[in-house]
């Protein structure tokens, strides 16, 4: 089953170039069936590009690195 501490560590990974940017983002939950919900936060929060983000970064590295996850999905 996928952990939490799993999914924090690849979003550790990713955070550095969300914070270069003055984005960031926070796990907000990990449900069973491997939907990953995600907070975006800072500059993030309101980018027209946050769903490319979210998909094609944080999505994209969190399948690559653990094949349970299933989507990411942003919550407020």
């Known amino acids: 089953m996928l ?3 799993q999914v924090n560590e690849v979003l550790q990974q990713v ?3 969300l914070q ?3 984005g960031d983002v926070e796990l ?3 449900s ?3 939907v990953v919900s995600v907070r975006l936060q800072g500059a993030c929060k309101g980018c027209p590009m946050a769903q490319q983000t979210l998909k094609m970064g944080i999505e994209a590295a969190l399948k690559e ?3 349970e ?7 407020d």
């Open 3 to 5: 952990q939490e501490q």
């Open 15 to 17: 955070r550095a170039n």
């Open 20 to 22: 270069a940017h003055g």
């Open 28 to 30: 907000v939950a990990v």
């Open 32 to 34: 069973e069936d491997g």
């Open 65 to 67: 690195q653990l094949p």
């Open 69 to 75: 996850v299933q989507s990411v999905q942003a919550v």
